[in-house]
């Protein structure tokens, strides 16, 4: 299964909840996890590891502690490590995450919006 | 530079040549590169990574030596590492390629395909 061909926008459709990245594929020691956001997430960092963003659709702010980065379909940026970030969407906006396996998705922040890690859709 | 976003269809608008592909954007000791194929590509493998193709517009089929898998825009795929595999796309088509900094398109294969490495766009 790991190693077939997946869809985004069809994997995308099985997801229902608001903030719960699923994983969709494995490269090396890194995953693909698509995610469904609404809202304002936490203010977290991942202090060992960079983030990709890549907007499958819709928009989305990533604001740093100094910066708002707006971003719409087709962009991908790259929370660099260690910085502080919080994603928000006034609408939904899909999106998918790339970064090493086991990282959580509130980093080091904790709190209710926590993930389950390594969850396959 | 690197930490900036970037839209991918923006930055495939800059590149004509085909099989080479421009990095737009790094995450730890990833890149991730943009390209325009047509036609059939060389076979080869990479024997140390797996390799991340993202259909940004376009089909393509990756041609596995005992399987051939039909991808289009939205598809993405990981050409497992040591799998020998080769990339056609009968019409032009683009896409986004996910593998460690430093791997070389035609893997060991070499050849007048053979693009130049760490190109940034």
Same mark, same amino acid.
């Given at each position: 299964m790991r190693h077939h061909p997946v869809n985004l926008k069809d994997k995308l459709s099985l997801i229902q909840q608001h903030w719960s990245p699923r994983v969709v594929a494995e490269m090396n020691d890194y995953q693909f996890k698509l995610a469904k956001i609404e809202g304002a997430f936490v203010w977290h960092d991942h202090p060992d590891t960079d983030e990709t963003f890549l907007v499958i659709e819709g928009e989305m702010t990533m604001q740093l502690r100094d910066e708002e980065i707006k971003l719409a379909t087709g962009d991908l940026y790259v929370v660099p490590k260690g910085v502080e970030h919080r994603p928000v969407a006034e609408h939904e906006c899909h999106i998918l995450l790339i970064e090493p396996? %086991? /990282? /959580?998705?509130t980093g080091d922040a904790g %709190?209710?919006?926590?993930a389950d890690v390594d969850v396959w859709i």
């Open positions: 396996r %086991g /990282v /959580v998705n %709190g209710e919006l926590t």
